[in-house]
T-cell receptor, first 112, second 113 residues
Framework: KAGVTQTPRYLIKTRGQQVTLSCSPI?????VSWYQQTPGQGLQFLFE???????NKGNFPGRFSGRQFSNSRSEMNVSTLELGDSALYLC???????????FGPGTRLTVT | DAKTTQPNSMESNEEEPVHLPCNHS???????IHWYRQLPSQGPEYVIH???SNVNNRMASLAIAEDRKSSTLILHRATLRDAAVYYC??????????????FGQGTTLQVKP
């Protein structure tokens, strides 16, 4: 089985712009979650989706949003980018909400 | 969310066993203990998990204290490929929670040849 895939792998954006990151879960997995990783804050939970419904949300501003499609693929969007949004964004999928989590390789976002 | 405490870093020699400790004194009855590791430039990968009993798999062993307030990840023979950041995570499967992962700072394991 193919693992979790994320596109793009690297991205450079300018302050004030918006960005959309994509995640394709492992086939059959219905739960998708997103994490932000920075050197200062470590790995932080952003949000989790199951069957197109947001089940949980981390402590991030409203500029961060996400959605899940009927085929379980997910996107996350960050609007009005700030320098502090530079991070590795990780997507993870699991069969169900409590099943083992498989992470993708991440998207490295740099905001200049 | 219950928290875990791990040493910031540890060193090991290649082919020797490594014991990575984790304290979780506020663990609740529905918390599972999960271990993930993150190799350089990769996303975290699952290592092992358990609830009450000790667990073994092809990667590692997990020893859980009788009161469940601490646990130890055991790598039986460390290799250079085991150099990574190891995260001990409590995952709540009860109270209507979704089982999200709350990562701490983890333990950076260095393996010397």
């Amino acid at each position: 089985k193919a693992g979790v895939t994320q596109t793009p792998r690297y991205l450079i954006k300018t302050r004030g712009q918006q960005v959309t990151l994509s995640c394709s879960p492992i086939s059959g997995h219905r739960s998708v979650s997103w994490y932000q990783q920075t050197p200062g804050q470590g790995l932080q939970f952003l949000f989790e989706y199951f069957s197109e419904t947001q089940r949980n949300k981390g402590n991030f501003p409203g500029r961060f949003s996400g959605r899940q499609f009927s085929n379980s693929r997910s996107e996350m969007n960050v609007s009005t980018l700030e320098l502090g949004d530079s991070a590795l964004y990780l997507c993870a999928s699991s069969l169900g909400i409590y099943d083992l989590v498989n992470f993708g390789p991440g998207t490295r976002l740099t905001v200049t | 969310d219950a928290k875990t405490t791990q040493p910031n870093s540890m060193e090991s020699n290649e082919e020797e066993p490594v014991h990575l400790p984790c304290n979780h004194s506020t663990i609740s009855g529905t918390d599972y203990i999960h271990w993930y590791r993150q190799l350089p430039s990769q996303g975290p990968e699952y290592v092992i998990h358990g609830l009450t009993s000790n667990v073994n798999n092809r990667m590692a062993s997990l020893a859980i204290a009788e009161d469940r307030k601490s646990s130890t990840l055991i790598l039986h023979r460390a290799t250079l490929r085991d150099a990574a950041v190891y995260y001990c995570i409590l995952r709540d499967h009860g109270s209507g929670n979704t089982g999200k992962l709350i990562f701490g700072q983890g333990t950076t394991l260095q393996v010397k040849p």
